[in-house]
């Protein structure tokens, strides 16, 4: 089963985006998301350990993972009463709309995975580059990984924020309670990080050269965390307005243009190495952050609502 994630995550997102986004049916994620996850453990134990397949084992385990979380929620979609008038067959009309959809799902993934993810894989190549390449790269690696992970929090309420409909007053809500609460959950894992960097880092390598150094970078990844859920939740405002457009050109600016020069700029000139990496990286979320934050408060909602309904009219029509 292959690793690639254009194959593994196919079916996953886009169930996750008829059942969360569409319908606003969390429960049902969170079972099929659970529920396989002691398939995982043991899948990965019996494909790392006893049949020594290494890093290709535990890849095929989180795709068999994944694709057992895909058919279990198809399962829920084609039996659920309340998808009942889902799916009535192929038909002629799905095509009508292709163009639209394409046209809005591009800047999407253009947005999160080209010019987003990639500027986190780009500093692990940058750290192949360095004096020191054995202690870099993978510190890089594990600062990539925690991030990843505790960000996973903020995606998950930026698509929250994705699935509210209604009025103007509930929209406004759900940005302000869900950028709260990112931003206080992911200073509690910050504190967690800081008083537990090396027993964390140790989850990651055995060497206490590279131990060491993740806790002198533990300060740079406490603010970039910090940065990095505040600013989750609104891309994920960004995405439920429509503004992928504008959003795939900030993160362009942002990342490409600020964030990744300064860091090449702080490592091969002034001699800052690992630390600079991470500390052009923080440069380009924080004007990422600061950009989306004035996007979103600067928005005047009631327009904003008037002008959904009368796409989502005309898109009916």
């Known amino acids: 089963m292959s690793s690639d994630p254009n194959e593994r995550f196919f079916l996953w997102k886009f169930f996750h985006g008829v059942v969360n986004l569409a319908y606003s049916v969390v429960l049902p994620l969170v079972i099929c998301s659970v ?27 989180v795709s068999a993972t994944l694709w057992v979380s895909c058919l279990m ?53 940058i750290a192949g580059l360095l004096p020191n390449p054995t202690v870099d790269t993978p510190l890089i690696a594990m600062c990539s990984s925690t991030e990843a992970i505790i960000c996973m929090i903020s995606v998950g309420f930026s698509a929250a924020v994705r699935s509210v409909r209604g009025n103007v007053d509930r929209v406004r809500n759900a940005v302000s309670v869900t950028m709260k609460l990112s931003v206080f959950l992911a200073i ?18 055995r060497s206490s ?58 490592t091969f000139k002034l001699k800052f190495y690992s630390k600079s990496l991470w500390a052009g990286l923080i440069c380009g979320v924080t ?22 309904q009368e796409e989502k009219a005309n898109y009916v029509a």
Not at 229 to 253: D, E, F, Y
């Open 35 to 61: 529920a396989p996850f002691p398939l995982h453990d043991l899948l990965a134990y019996l494909l790392v350990n006893v049949l020594g397949l290494g890093l290709a084992g535990a890849s095929t385990a």
């Open 73 to 125: 929620l198809l399962a829920y979609v084609l039996l659920s009463e309340k998808f009942s008038e889902t799916w009535r067959g192929f038909s002629a009309d799905a095509f009508k709309y292709m163009l639209p959809t394409v046209k809005l799902a591009t800047p999407s993934a253009i947005m999160v995975c080209h010019l987003e993810l990639w500027a986190f894989e780009l500093l692990v190549l």
């Open 188 to 205: 509690s894992f910050v504190l967690l990080l800081g008083f537990g960097h090396n027993l964390w880092a140790s989850l990651f390598s």
């Open 209 to 266: 050269t590279i131990v060491s150094e993740y806790a002198a970078i533990t300060p740079l990844m406490m603010i970039s965390i910090v940065l990095d859920s505040a600013q989750g939740v609104l891309a994920g405002v960004s995405r439920g307005c429509g503004w992928q457009h504008l959003a795939a050109m900030t993160n362009l600016v942002v990342f490409y243009l600020v964030g990744m020069p300064l860091a090449i700029l702080f």
């Open 287 to 308: 004007c990422q952050a600061c950009s989306l934050l004035v996007i979103t408060v600067r928005t005047k909602w009631s327009k904003l609502m008037e002008i959904m």
